[in-house]
């Protein structure tokens, strides 16, 4: 199988440059026909020699998600899913918001973390996408929509750090100045909390944004609605938590999907200040969106607010999630990994 040339760093791309015998500031040239000008196929690079367009045609594929279906909501929010030309498909979700436009990709296809609540339990999981396959979903989005994304979170489906070297690879790739150039700063990584990779994430120097799944502040709770944590309980988490800030100084933000009557109510905003009193972090509150044959349901507006002011006025910031594209399922936890055959 050819590699998808999408997979390489700049510095890669020079080191396999250099085995072709070309020089290393082709692979510049390269780095910027795939991703400034976005080109479909090699034969658009055009300050290259025919023989060398020749040489990459044999050895490697510049992979280009076809779009099986995009879906518009009222919003404004699309939902895209792309096949990914080996007989599977991902979802990817775009947003516009006053600063700029947003992009949720995914990171694997399917998702191994078995949370209770999200729609991408119950579906096997394949495999984690490639490097170059997660820099794709926004070349593929830019490309649709003559666009340019300000903003990446990692919040599609698939665990993030379940994916740790692939990520990685595809933050650097986003990042590169001669690249698509996405600050690191606006780029958030979501984990439902696998401790061992939040250490190796607060080693790696890159400024995204982490952002942690909670949801809860109790771990019988917890462990109810996310088995990651019978392995990787609060304590546990929190402590890598403080760590990672310590090593980074960069603020967490920690995710909480309210659910009506399992962890909304003003005892659990009591415990989750008690927690996180004194952290630099931010919580970021969700309405949780129900999931077919799923036991949680939304938690009531006046809940959602008594619970942000609690937080507020106990000295943790907190602010509520906007709901967007809910109407395409694509709102925070609806993506659910299609079939092609499902067309
Ligand atoms: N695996 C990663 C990233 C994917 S999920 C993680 O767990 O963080 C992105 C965010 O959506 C997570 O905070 C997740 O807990 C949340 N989420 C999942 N299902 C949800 C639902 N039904 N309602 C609201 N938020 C949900």
Redesign the pocket.
């Known amino acids: 199988m050819k590699e998808n040339i999408k997979n390489f760093t700049l510095d890669e791309l020079k080191e396999v440059f250099i085995s072709l015998g070309e020089k290393p500031f082709r692979a510049e040239q390269v780095f910027k026909w795939i991703h400034v000008e976005n080109v479909d196929c090699f034969d658009e690079m055009t300050n290259l020699s025919l023989e060398l367009r020749e040489k990459l045609k044999e050895r490697y594929l510049l992979k280009r998600f076809k779009i099986i279906k995009k879906l518009e909501s009222k919003d404004g929010t699309k939902k895209y899913l792309f096949d990914l030309l080996d007989g599977n498909a991902i979802e990817t979700v775009l947003m516009e918001y006053k600063f700029g436009y947003s992009i ?1 990709v995914s ?1 694997q296809i399917g ?1 191994k ?1 078995g ?1 209770k ?4 339990t119950g579906i096997p999981f394949i495999r984690s996408l490639e490097a170059g396959e997660i820099v794709e979903q926004i070349l593929a989005v830019q490309k649709e929509e003559g666009i340019k994304i300000s903003n990446i ?10 994916n740790y070297d692939n990520v990685i690879k595809a933050i650097r790739i986003i990042n590169h100045p001669k690249g698509l150039n996405i600050g690191a700063r606006h780029i958030s ?5 696998l401790v061992p990779n939040i250490y190796r994430l607060a080693e790696e120097k890159i400024q995204c944004t982490l ?3 909670l ?1 809860s502040s109790n771990n019988e709770k917890r462990s109810e609605m ?1 088995p ?1 944590n019978k392995g990787y309980p609060i304590e546990v988490l929190i402590k890598a938590c403080k760590d990672y800030i310590k090593a980074t100084n960069r603020r967490i933000s920690f ?1 909480y ?1 309210l ?1 009506k009557d399992n962890n909304d109510n003003l005892e659990d905003a009591k415990e989750l200040v008690k927690l996180l009193k004194g952290m630099l972090c931010h919580v ?1 509150l ?6 077919e044959k ?1 036991k ?1 349901t939304k938690s009531t507006n006046d809940n959602i607010i008594k619970f942000r002011d609690y937080l507020n006025d106990n000295g943790i910031v907190a602010t509520i999630r906007r709901e967007l594209g809910s109407d395409i399922d694509a ?5 659910r990994r299609q079939n092609l055959e499902e067309k």
């Open positions: 949720c990171s998702c973390m949370c609540f999200c729609a991408s979170v990692f919040m599609g489906i698939g665990e993030p750090l379940d990584v979501s984990t439902s909390g952002s942690v799944s949801h996310m990651v995710e999907a659910a970021n969700i309405p949780i969106n129900p999931i799923g949680y709102a925070c936890g609806q993506l």
